[in-house]
């Protein structure tokens, strides 16, 4: 692999991206169909994918995957590597395309979430801090401090 190719170097970020105002986005970068927010950060090396909506005064850390249907509040971070998940494999393997069978996920504001996370298809609350490493299975309605697999309510904060 010749690593001087600029394709391999440079952003990639379809015209159909709405970016608000002040947005920094680090290369190289993945992003479509997509909405970021004002005065937010885009790291290198994260994929943001279709019918995203990201809010104001984000930051997303190097590494991040954001599957489609991912809706994030205003002022959260998502650490390095943190991966939502859309895709539950409920007929026992993936869905194949069938996107009828994806699930939405939904982070309230002021939400921060820690390095290597995952997240499956949930409702978080907004106040809420999500330790590095967890894996949040479920919905999380009261602020707080969750970490582990699964995730669990540690403190308020």
Not at 14 to 19: A, C
Request: glycine share 12%; charged share 15%; aromatic share 8%.
């Amino acid at each position: 692999m010749n690593i001087n190719n600029p394709i391999l170097l440079s952003a990639k970020i379809n015209g159909d991206v709405i970016f608000g105002e002040n947005v920094k986005v680090v290369e190289p970068v993945n992003m479509y169909g997509c909405t970021i927010g004002s005065n937010c950060f885009i790291g290198p090396f994260v994929e943001i994918q279709k019918d995203v909506i990201i809010g104001d005064f984000c930051k997303i850390q190097s590494h991040a995957f954001i599957c489609e249907l991912v809706t994030i509040g205003e002022k959260c971070f998502i650490g390095h590597g943190v991966m939502f998940i859309n895709d539950l494999f409920d007929s026992g393997g993936p869905a194949n395309g069938d996107k009828t069978k994806w699930k939405h996920t939904v982070i309230g504001n002021n939400v921060s979430i820690g390095s290597n996370a995952t997240i499956l298809p949930v409702t978080i609350c907004s106040n809420v801090v999500i330790g590095a490493g967890a894996v949040v299975t479920k919905d999380i309605s009261k602020p707080g401090i969750y970490a582990g697999n699964p995730a669990k309510f540690l403190r308020k904060i």
